[in-house]
């Protein structure tokens, strides 16, 4: 699943250029109350789909942000780069084949500023193991990965979201990481809006859903219309790992909308 590719763009990332090039900006759910920022113009910014020419560029920001500041892996102290690669790669390629992933680009710099990764969620017939389960956690190598994904899976285990909406089929909002330099332009909230008309109009969905991880991107999504259907209290799910998560990111809250 392009391991070389990736590999070899994170040798040169991370081991060949001098640390004061690398821009370790914050993610659309910082721990850390969002910057704003202060433009002479505001930048012209175009949103479309993901596509396989953003792969890379795509890679290196999620990992490069989301995986440095969300809060559960922040806690957990993932080893940047190596810890978010399987997953991400993941991620990555199954938002490109279900076409239903959104870009953010600079019209004057060409670059991707902000991504939204989504994939397309079908509820699994009873007759599929584990084993065969794209998102079997037990594959990935990441102890902390496996937690994270555990706790994930956790905020789900109240309730069946394919009956709550109604329908076989979900959108799962699953990453969304923002440049540091182009917070304030409300992209989060952009990124969202886009990705439901798309979802809703051209993939003929009726719902979606996220797990929310941070207090920004609960906000984010409950002014696109979401709703709380269930949460865990980080402090009361793991006193031992998960203590120090207090505050404002004390929790994960899974929120859906119909389409």
Known sequence: MHSSLFKKHFNERYFTLPTDNIDFSSSSCPSTPPMSATWMKPPEITLCLMTDAHRKEVYGLVVDTFFRDEPLNKCLAFEIPHEPIQFTELI?????????SFVAVDVQTEKVIGV????????????????????????FHSEKLRYILTVLKDVHQNIDLFDQLKTNRLLHIVIIAINAHYRGLRLTEKLIHASIEHAKTVLHLTGAFSEATSLYSSKAFRKQGFQIYDEIIYAKYDQTRLASLAGEHDRCQLLAKTL
């Open 92 to 100: 990555v390629s199954l938002a490109i084949q279900d076409q239903c």
């Open 116 to 139: 939204i990764l989504n994939i397309i969620k079908q509820r699994l017939p009873y007759s599929t193991s584990e084993e065969n389960d794209q998102f079997n956690i037990e594959k």
